[in-house]
């Protein structure tokens, strides 16, 4: 027996595409912004937030394809879809992230032995404008769902943690002569991000190979399809991710007895009935009878 369950929903789709659009704009305006800014300020921890923030429109922009790439339909050649596509831009994503802090740190960490006093009230009032747009942006992005999102999420964090980090700074150099400060804080911002960036590009390269997305969510649901009357065991199961948020799940039902075609049937609404409230996009299942083998017994789990 094999059912295949379709969700194509093209409003999630066009949304979650026009909160990365919105991103792209804001951070790649706003980079050109910084530039302008952090040579009129002297501040170098500007200009390397500008280059960050440049670095992000890019790969902002990368992920807005790749976005709109996967809400196309399943075709000949990609018969699940393109939503796996989303998966591949929050691992390019992950990985300029990763780079982007490594050279934040690169820039931060020599500061320390030779701070430079910077113009702090051109970097208050940057910092405002900063905070504003970034957090505007990361408001509507935290919005989404998928990975990809949440990867990009984490792109615009960085960047809000980061104004707040130079806002901090300048109201303090306005005040007070410690520009030891500013490498300080971009460092702490840094590695709290970083951290969860890799959980997150581990996360996404596991369900890249197809690994089990949630372990104990495969022993609910086996347990589940186990109580339907008829279902004496189960093997083959097996239940991967398109995008971290859909799901595919096949597996082979092993039946008690003989069964009519009303009674096989019945089942099979019991099954659709007990997955219902599962985020499945596919589904396929094989009845086995009694005394039948399975075809794939060399490879039997």
């Not at 923030?53 to 902002?60: E, K, S």
């Not at 394809?65 to 393109?82: C, E, H, N, T, V």
């Not at 186990?226 to 595919?248: C, F, N, P, Q, T």
């Amino acid at each position: 027996m094999s059912s295949h369950h379709h969700h194509h929903s093209h409003v999630d789709d066009d949304a979650s595409s026009g909160r990365i659009a919105l991103a792209f704009w804001l951070n790649a305006t706003f980079a050109l912004i910084e530039f302008v800014g952090g040579w009129l300020t002297n501040s170098t921890a500007i200009m390397a937030d500008a280059v960050h923030d440049l670095g992000d429109a890019l790969a902002i922009a990368f992920a807005w394809i790749m976005q709109k790439l996967s809400g196309r339909q399943a075709d000949s050649r990609f018969s699940y879809g393109y939503r796996r596509f989303s998966l591949l831009a929050a691992l390019v994503n992950g990985g300029i992230l990763i780079i982007g802090s490594v050279w934040v740190l690169s820039m931060a960490i020599p500061r320390l032995m030779a701070p430079e006093m910077p113009h702090a009230q051109g970097m208050f009032w940057l910092a405002i404008l900063g905070v504003a747009v970034n957090g505007f942006a990361a408001l509507k992005v935290s919005k989404g769902k998928t990975l990809n999102e949440q990867l990009l999420n984490w792109h615009l964090l960085e960047d809000v943690l980061g104004w707040l980090a130079v806002l901090i700074i300048s109201v303090v150099l306005l005040f007070a002569d410690w520009p030891i400060l500013d490498p300080l804080l971009s460092i702490v911002f840094t590695l709290f991000i970083l951290s969860n960036v890799v959980r997150h590009v581990i996360k996404t390269l596991f369900l890249f190979l197809q690994a089990v997305p949630d372990r104990k969510l495969r022993q609910e649901i086996m347990d589940k399809l186990l109580e339907i009357e008829h279902i004496r065991a189960i093997h083959h199961l097996h239940l991967w991710s398109l995008d971290g948020e859909k799901h595919v799940l096949t597996a082979h039902l092993e039946l008690d007895k003989p069964i009519s075609t009303e009674v096989q049937t019945a089942i099979k609404g019991d099954i659709a009935d007990t997955l219902s409230g599962y985020a499945l996009a596919h589904t396929t299942f094989e009845f086995e009878q009694i005394s039948e083998n399975c075809r794939d017994i060399e490879h039997h789990h």
